[in-house]
C-alpha cells in the first residue's frame, strides 16, 4: 500500500528529479538540472522508491536506467508535472492583463549582455512582479521548457521537435577564426594553423560544440590537439593567453572583448558554418512578450556586437 505521509510535502520535487535523471541518465546530471547537490537527487529518488516500495531505477547501469515500475512513474510523471504547469500558466492570467511571473533561460554568452534590458522590458512594459533568469547552454533550456519550469528562452536551438512553441527569430551570425592577439602564423587555412596551435572550441555536450564538429568532419579536418570548454569565456581566455585558436561567432565573443582579452578576429576560410539565436515559449502564454522580447535582443545584441567586436563582428551578420 502507497505511504502517503513518506511523499508529501516534496512529492512534486521527488517526481522533477525522477525526470531529470531518466532524461540526463545520471543522478549528478540530473541534480545539476534542479540546482540541487547529488545526494540531495538520490534521496528523493530513494523517497519514491520507499513510498512506492520498489525499485525505480536500475544503478548497475551507465547509463542510469529505469525499471519498468520507473518508466510508468516517470510517464505519469511527466503528465502531472505539465498538468501542474498549464494550471499555474492558466491562473496566472486569469483576470489580470499584467504577467506576475516571467522565467527565462537565456543563453550563457548573451546572458550578461541581456539580462538587464530582460528585467527592464518585462517590469516596464508588462507589469511582471516576479523575474527568474537560467544562464546556460541550449540543452538546459530544452529541460527547462520541456518541464514547464521556464515560459520563455532565447536560445541556439528552435527545438523545432517540440509542438505546442512560438519561435521569433532573434539574429544569425557567422563564425569567425579568432587568434591569439599577437599571432603571426599562417592563416590560408585551419590546417596551416593547427600545425601552429591547437583548436580550442566548445565540448561534445555543448549545441555550439556539436555543430563545430560536425562541420569540421564535413570538411575532413581533424586536428591533432583540440582543447575543450564549456564556457565562451574559458575558451576566450585561452586563445588570449595564447593556447590556442578557435571559431566563434560575434555573440560568442562580446564578454572576451568587453574584458579587453587581446584577440585577433578573422573571416573564417571555411564557409557555411554559422548560429541562430532564437526566441522560443509556449504559443500563447506570454501575450506579445516574446516577440518583443526578440526585437530587443536583436536591437541590443547589434549594438553590442558593433561596440566590442567591430566592423568584422557586423558583417558577420545576417539582418534579415
Request: aromatic share 4%; charged share 25%.
Amino acid at each position: 500500500m502507497l505511504d502517503r505521509s513518506s511523499l508529501t510535502p516534496g512529492l512534486i520535487r521527488s517526481l522533477e528529479v525522477l525526470v531529470a535523471v531518466a532524461e540526463t541518465g545520471q543522478m549528478r546530471s540530473g541534480a545539476r538540472m534542479l540546482g540541487l547537490s547529488q545526494p540531495a537527487a538520490s534521496q528523493h529518488i530513494a523517497t519514491l522508491e520507499k513510498a512506492f516500495d520498489t525499485q525505480l531505477i536500475d544503478r548497475s547501469v551507465r547509463p542510469l536506467r529505469l525499471t519498468h515500475a520507473g518508466t510508468r512513474l516517470h510517464n505519469r510523471a511527466q503528465r502531472v508535472l505539465h498538468a501542474l504547469s498549464d494550471m499555474e500558466s492558466e491562473l496566472r492570467h486569469v483576470g489580470q492583463a499584467s504577467i506576475s511571473l516571467l522565467r527565462i533561460g537565456v543563453q550563457a554568452s548573451v546572458a550578461t549582455t541581456l539580462t538587464p534590458w530582460l528585467v527592464k522590458l518585462a517590469q516596464d512594459e508588462f507589469g511582471v512582479e516576479d523575474i527568474t533568469l537560467h544562464a546556460g547552454q541550449s540543452g538546459n533550456h530544452e529541460h527547462l521548457l520541456r518541464t514547464k519550469q521556464a515560459d520563455l528562452a532565447i536560445t541556439s536551438n528552435p527545438f523545432l521537435d517540440m509542438d505546442g512553441l512560438e519561435r521569433h527569430h532573434v539574429l544569425k551570425e557567422d563564425y569567425l577564426l579568432v587568434l591569439p592577439g599577437e599571432y603571426e602564423g599562417p592563416t590560408e587555412s585551419l590546417e596551416a594553423i593547427q600545425r601552429e596551435l591547437p583548436l580550442v572550441r566548445f565540448g561534445d555536450t555543448t549545441n555550439a560544440g556539436r555543430q563545430i564538429a560536425q562541420h569540421l568532419r564535413r570538411l575532413r579536418f581533424e586536428p591533432d590537439k583540440v582543447i575543450q570548454a564549456d564556457r565562451s569565456s574559458m575558451v576566450t581566455s585561452c586563445v588570449s593567453a595564447g593556447q590556442g585558436f578557435s571559431l566563434l561567432t560575434p555573440t560568442l565573443l562580446i564578454d572576451g572583448m568587453v574584458e579587453k582579452m587581446k584577440l585577433r578576429l578573422m573571416v573564417l576560410p571555411v564557409v557555411g558554418l554559422s548560429r541562430t539565436l532564437t526566441a522560443v515559449a509556449r504559443k500563447g502564454e506570454l501575450q506579445n512578450l516574446p516577440k518583443v522580447v526578440a526585437e530587443m535582443s536583436k536591437r541590443k545584441l547589434v549594438r553590442q556586437i558593433a561596440e566590442f567586436v567591430g566592423e568584422i563582428g557586423s558583417r558577420s551578420l545576417d539582418h534579415s
